[in-house]
């Protein structure tokens, strides 16, 4: 089955500066990735997401970028506020598999 | 205007007690999950269902038990509580299976004493 491994575990960054968030999924069949942020006490929310078909896609602040041939996805964010502080989740899934496959999360903290 | 609602959002019980979850969505999606979240935040699937259809059993023990009474409910059982059971308990709903987006509740968090 599929496995998704994200690195790293725990990122600090100061304000303004960028963070970059890495993942690996195992199965060629997967087609659509998405990014969640959990804040504490609820639950995961979508921030970003990417289908196989696309290398890049941007949405403000925030960018994900997808290589299908290393199968390694990464979560790019710019200009970092200390309302992005949170754990973040990059997920794998294959169409029709009602399986969404979450890798461990990043706990980024932005210093002011 | 809660769109995946989860009650209760706490609950602390003994070893051996059997309880329930609930969980129900207003955005008329076809499909629920439930996601078990341990304490390294580690979110696994448990259960998917789609139209009350029970797909995806993520080789969850059978005294898990999930209910979806219609496509807007997906109850879960617990019987004989066990210490590994404590965890944070994730409902999520997509339109129609995993690649749209998964709208979380805010979690129940089980403690088994």
């Known amino acids: 089955g599929e496995n998704v491994e994200q690195h790293p575990s725990t990122l600090s960054v100061q304000e303004g500066d960028s963070a970059v968030i890495k993942c690996t999924y195992s199965d060629s069949a997967s087609n659509y990735f998405p990014w969640y942020k959990q804040e504490l006490g609820k639950g995961p929310q979508l921030i970003i997401d990417?289908?196989?078909?696309?290398g890049e896609k941007k949405d403000q602040r925030i960018a994900v970028t997808l290589n299908k041939t290393a199968k390694h996805f990464s979560l790019h964010i710019t200009e970092t506020q200390p309302e992005d502080s949170a754990v973040y989740f990059c997920?794998?899934?294959?169409?029709?598999?009602?399986?969404?496959?979450f890798g461990s999360g990043t706990r980024l903290l932005v210093r002011p | 205007d809660t769109a995946v609602s989860q009650t209760p959002k706490y609950l602390v019980t003994q070893m051996g007690n059997d309880k329930s979850i609930k969980c129900e969505q207003n955005?008329?999606?076809?499909?629920m999950y439930w996601y078990k979240q341990d304490s390294k935040k580690f979110l696994k699937i448990m259960f998917s269902?789609?139209?009350?259809?029970?797909?995806i059993n993520e080789t969850v023990p059978n005294r898990f038990s999930p209910k979806s009474p219609d496509k807007a409910h997906l109850n879960l059982h617990i019987n004989s509580l066990e210490l590994g059971d404590s965890a944070v308990y994730f409902c999520a709903s997509s339109q129609a299976g995993v690649n749209s987006p998964l709208h979380f509740g805010n979690g129940t968090r089980l403690t088994v004493t």
């Open positions: 997920a794998a899934s294959i169409d029709s598999s009602y399986k969404l496959i």
């Open positions: 990417i289908r196989s078909n696309v």
């Open positions: 269902y789609n139209n009350k259809e029970l797909i």
């Open positions: 955005l008329g999606h076809d499909t």
